[in-house]
């Protein structure tokens, strides 16, 4: 298994950037694919950005293309997420997940380890 560790949340303000970070533990030299996840208060949990093991493929929910990019480094078993122009609709808990193997997958079941989840506060 694989332990995963987020961190990097808080309360910004709309229009600025926070940077999540995902570190990995315990069977790190598996292949995995990680995904953000996102849930806010009364919604279900979303799939943000995935990214495959060797960092070559990546996906976005369309509400955060061209603002939030995901890459990892695994040399350093950790996960990025940057997010640029926050919006007060991003806030939500966030969670990186992670699925065996060497391919992303926008299915949240694939994923079979989860994070404790940081959380984000985008004020207007």
């Known amino acids: 298994q694989v332990h995963l560790v987020e961190s990097g949340g808080g309360l910004v303000q709309a229009g600025g950037s926070l940077r999540l970070s995902c570190v990995a533990s315990?069977?790190?030299?598996?292949?995995?694919?990680v995904g953000w996840f996102r849930q806010a208060p009364g919604r279900d949990r979303e799939l943000v950005a995935a990214i495959n093991w060797s960092g070559t493929d990546t996906t976005y929910v369309g509400s955060v293309r061209g603002r939030f990019a995901i890459s990892r480094d695994n040399a350093k078993n950790t996960v990025y997420l940057q997010m640029n122009s926050l919006k007060p609709e991003d806030t939500a808990v966030y969670y990186c997940?992670?699925?065996?193997?060497?391919?992303?997958?926008?299915?949240?079941?694939?994923?079979?380890?989860w994070g404790q989840g940081t959380p984000v506060t985008v004020s207007s």
């Open positions: 315990g069977r790190t030299s598996e292949n995995y694919a």
């Open positions: 997940a992670a699925a065996p193997g060497l391919l992303l997958s926008p299915v949240a079941n694939r994923y079979d380890n």
